[in-house]
């Protein structure tokens, strides 16, 4: 591992909808602007359920649909990701708090929305359970964020100051 690349964790709950989309939303805008060299991405979930598994088949859809590879499989968070991991970014409060709770460094742990450049989106929904409409919005708050996300960190270096 690459000591000088910055390295970020999505995290949801079962790593199969939200968080590997956002990783493969990050690893394209990182691939579009050259910058893959310098950061290590990935996802994982909350829970274990899904650990090994492909992700959801709608969110693989949404996301080729939108010109995203979607290919690594689920897996579990551990608490050495804690600490390899620069940033810890949450796609809800209640997985941000399971995280800090297992011990995660509350700085690291944040909520994507944040980097959302409107202020009324605080969580990505979980579309697991709903329609094809929900994968779609997932991705329009993932990609508005991400954006925002990959921006923050190219100007700072590491992500927060």
Request: hydrophobic share 35%; charged share 30%.
């Amino acid at each position: 591992m690459d000591s000088d690349r910055i390295r970020v964790l999505f995290v949801c709950m079962g790593n199969i909808c939200r968080s590997p989309a956002a990783e493969a939303v990050l690893l394209q805008r990182l691939a579009d602007r050259g910058l893959e060299h310098r950061f290590e991405v990935e996802s994982a979930g909350t829970g274990g359920w899904h650990a090994g598994e492909a992700a959801d088949p709608r969110s693989r859809a949404e996301g080729s649909r939108r010109g995203y590879r979607l290919v690594t499989p689920a897996r579990q968070v551990t608490t050495h990701d804690f600490e390899r991991f620069h940033l810890l970014v949450c796609m809800d409060l209640e997985n941000a708090a399971h995280l800090v709770d297992r011990g995660a460094p509350d700085e690291k742990v944040r909520l994507l929305l944040e980097w959302h450049p409107e202020d009324r989106h605080r969580e990505v929904p979980d579309p697991y359970h709903g329609g094809p409409e929900g994968f779609e919005h997932m991705y329009d708050l993932i990609e508005a964020a991400i954006d925002g996300l990959l921006d923050d960190l190219v100007a700072r270096g590491r992500g927060r100051s």
